[in-house]
Every structure is written in structure tokens, then in C-alpha cells.
């Protein structure tokens, strides 16, 4: 006699069929720079794609077809809502419909320095509500290593009523998006994955697989936590061991991007991190945090985590001192001088602002009595506690300030570097923007 399959085998082998056959619905909760470019990448190949958002903003400007992240184009937007592939959402009762349902939430950090993972909670709260037995769900946020076993899975259990891997599927897949890459995108690049049992990660890599190149099996959602808490560590701690490097070549006079282009000649055993006047962005300032907090939970102590943080923290107080060397050369003092900030984004080509180090700078500079203004074609206006509108950047405007400060490298400015830097009386450059280029001095590298 026959075997009749068990509910696990029906559910993950219908999920299965679906996801193959590109039939499945896909929710994504948050249509932020991860979400919406993960949703739209689905779309593109075939699924059905339900975005839900709290922010009706963002759902009328996809049903109209705008795109409000720079590395989403509209008209892709645009094309795909016509298509019926996409579609946006403010009621979570849409997510009762979906077979995966992909959690893309923002972690951020409390002022304590402690995880913020309110944002998931309220997320998985609300699926919770328009729960659908047989769903598979996954979470992308980045956070500290058990949060998708802690805190996810016991929500869909309900006290054992329901089993992971049989009436739902539960996996972690780390977010990967690197705004203004326009190198590796989605597509190529490498998906890790880890699932609460076997089934749901095959599940979870068979989704993946539909869009990404190459997806990476791990053993449990822990080691996918943990693997990109790793990999922003590395980056911060490099980023900090770069940083001090630059503090000892202003004490030793060197030029630390002559220093470190000079190592990274070395074909093997070194990979070249720059300097620069902080770090930002969603990743590298706050998920080393999480590690960092959850060892402490466990008597550790993570010392180049903590040590790489203060470091880089620093970093606006070190650009200040040097905006202060530079107006000192010429007997002007920070107090009473005009200083324009030259781009406020975290990094080059992108109009994002999230823990910047420019505000901090500009803070710096104005509690030191300086009259600050900024440029960035980015960002047309700083709102919060520091409010400013950008200014229009002219020969005129450069000639006027006693000290310009490139925090940002943008590709594109309305004047070319060379004229930037002839224009102005004191450069103090945190990028390298003005590699080779001096005209009488006046140029102060970080």
C-alpha cells in the first residue's frame, strides 16, 4: 500500500511548483533600497510582486510609476506596474495572499547603542495577522545572530501549534545592496541563505535562485546572520585601521593615499582600504554594533569592534582640526570664517544622508562659530537638526568662503575639481578628490 505524503511534503512540494514555474506571489514587506530593487527583480522575471508599505508615499509613487531610489530606474517601475507584475500596497490583508513573504525592515540603532528591532517586530506582527499557513517567509534585515529563531519563529509557532517546515517556512537571507554600484547588483550577486530546516532552505534558495546568479547554502539563519555581520565588520575595522593610519601620517607629515597606493602595489596579502572623515550609511556604522551588543550578552568582549568605532567615530573632530590647520596658515581662526561643506551624502554619486559624517562635521564647525554652507547636486536640502538648503556652487561662491571642504568625492560637480580648487583659497580635502592638484598651497589633505 502506498504511502499517502505527509502535510510537510504537500506544502513544500506545492511551494516548490509554484516558485519553479515562476507562479508564486511574492510579498515584500518594506520598499525601501533593499526592497524595492528585490521587488522589482522578481517582477522582471515572471512573479506576481505585491510591495507593502506603512508609507503611502511610496505606494502611489509606484502605482504611478515613480521610482524614488536612484538605482531603480522609473521607467522599469513604470513598465512593470503596467505589466501587472507589481504592485503596491498599504493594507497587510494582501499578505494572506502571498506564497513568500520577504522582510526588508529597516535596524536601526537606539541612541543607547543598543538593536532597534522594533521595525521587525511590528513587521512580523503584521504578518502575523494576515498569516496564511504554507507561507514561506524569509527576513533580510540585518541583524544580531538567533533574532530569526528568537524572535520570528516563535510568532508563526504560536506555542507549538504550528511547525516550522510543515504548515510554515522560515529562512534569513542577508540584504547585499550597495547603493550606486553599478557593478554588482541583485543579479551577480552571490545570495547567502540559511533556513530553519532543510526544506525551508531549499525553498528559500529555489526563490533566490529565480534571481540571483549564485546562491550560498549555510547551515542555520545563525551563520547567515552572522556572515554579514562579519562582512560590515571587516569593512569598519579596516576602514578604522585606515583611519588611525591617516592620523599618523598628519603626525608624521606623510600623505596616507601616497602610503597606502604604495602597499596596495603588493600583489598578495593586502587589500587597500582608504581613509576618509567618518563612515555611513545604513551597514558599516551599525551592524557591527549588533554583534557587538550581542557579545556582551555572552561576557565577550568585542575589542576591534569597540576600538574600530572609536576610531572612525573621531573622524569628524579630526576634519574639523584640519579645517582649523588650514584657516590657521593664513592667522583666520574657525570662529567668525565661512566654510562650505562640498557634499553631504555618505559616499560618492548617491543622495543618501543616513548617519553621513558631513552632518556631524557641519555641527562641529558651526559650534565652533563658523558660518557653514553646503553644495551637493544630491541633495538639494538638509533637513532635521541640520537644516540647510544646498547652495548653487559658482566660482563666485568658492572665492568667498575662507575654507571649502570636500567631505563627499562626487564624479560630478557643477565645476570640474581643478576649478574648484583654483577658486578657493583653502581646500581641505577628506577623498583625495584633488589628487595631483596644488595651486600655491592651498590644498590640506586629511
Known amino acids: 500500500m502506498k504511502k499517502s505524503p505527509s ?3 504537500k506544502n513544500g512540494t506545492t511551494l516548490l511548483g509554484l516558485i519553479l ?3 508564486a506571489k511574492v510579498g515584500i514587506m518594506g520598499l525601501g533600497y533593499v526592497g524595492l530593487p528585490l521587488a522589482c527583480e522578481f517582477a522582471r522575471v515572471g512573479f506576481p ?4 508599505d506603512v508609507d503611502p508615499a511610496k505606494v502611489k509613487d509606484i502605482a504611478r510609476g515613480v521610482s524614488y531610489i536612484p538605482d531603480v530606474p522609473g521607467e522599469e517601475v513604470k513598465s512593470l506596474v503596467r505589466s501587472g507584475k507589481l504592485t503596491a500596497v498599504s493594507d497587510p490583508k494582501a499578505l494572506s495572499a502571498m506564497d513568500a513573504v520577504i522582510i526588508c525592515v529597516p535596524t536601526p540603532l537606539r541612541k543607547s547603542r543598543d538593536p532597534d528591532v522594533s521595525y521587525i517586530v511590528a513587521a512580523v506582527d503584521t504578518l502575523r495577522k494576515n498569516f496564511r499557513p504554507g507561507q514561506l517567509i524569509i527576513l533580510e534585515s540585518t541583524t544580531y545572530p538567533g533574532t530569526t529563531r528568537e524572535i520570528v519563529l516563535p510568532v508563526f509557532a504560536e506555542g507549538g501549534k504550528r511547525e516550522v517546515g510543515r504548515d510554515f517556512f522560515l529562512a534569513f537571507s542577508p540584504e547585499r545592496v550597495d547603493p550606486g554600484n553599478r557593478t554588482f547588483r541583485i543579479r ?6 540559511g533556513g530553519l530546516t532543510p526544506l525551508c532552505g531549499e525553498l528559500a534558495r529555489a526563490l533566490y535562485g529565480s534571481v540571483v546568479e549564485k546562491v550560498v547554502a549555510v547551515s542555520s539563519p545563525e551563520a547567515a546572520e552572522m556572515a554579514k555581520l562579519l562582512e560590515n565588520t571587516f569593512r569598519a575595522v579596516n576602514i578604522g585601521l585606515v583611519n588611525e593610519v591617516a592620523l599618523m601620517c598628519d603626525r608624521l607629515k606623510l600623505d596616507a593615499w601616497e602610503v597606502i597606493n604604495a602597499a596596495a602595489t603588493k600583489p598578495f596579502g593586502f587589500m587597500a582600504f582608504y581613509p576618509g572623515p567618518g563612515i555611513g550609511g545604513h551597514c558599516i556604522p551599525l551592524d557591527p554594533q549588533y554583534l557587538s551588543w550581542k557579545l556582551k550578552g ?6 576591534f569592534i569597540e576600538l574600530a568605532d572609536e576610531i572612525n567615530s573621531h573622524m569628524p573632530d579630526h576634519v574639523v582640526k584640519r579645517v582649523g590647520d588650514a584657516l590657521n596658515s593664513r592667522s583666520k581662526s574657525v570662529n567668525g570664517s565661512d566654510v562650505l561643506v562640498l557634499g553631504v551624502t555618505y559616499k560618492k554619486d548617491i543622495t543618501d544622508v543616513r548617519e553621513s559624517p558631513a552632518l556631524p562635521v557641519i555641527d562641529l564647525l558651526r559650534e565652533r562659530g563658523a558660518r557653514v554652507r553646503y553644495h551637493d547636486p544630491f541633495v538639494p536640502r538638509l533637513n532635521g537638526e541640520v537644516n540647510l538648503p544646498s547652495s548653487s556652487l559658482t566660482r563666485d561662491l568658492l572665492a568667498k568662503q575662507d575654507c571649502v571642504v570636500i567631505v563627499t568625492d562626487h564624479s560630478r560637480y557643477a565645476l570640474p575639481i581643478e576649478d574648484i580648487v583654483e577658486a578657493s583659497p583653502l581646500v581641505v ?3 583625495n578628490a584633488t589628487k595631483g592638484i596644488d595651486v600655491n598651497g592651498n590644498v590640506f589633505k586629511l
Do not use: H, M, Q, W
Open 21 to 23: 514555474k515562476r507562479r
Open 298 to 303: 555572552l561576557n565577550f568582549n568585542a575589542r
Open 429 to 431: 580635502d577628506c577623498r
Open 49 to 52: 510582486v505585491t510591495g507593502y
Open 188 to 193: 551577480n550577486t552571490p545570495k547567502i541563505v
Open 7 to 9: 502535510s510537510t511534503e
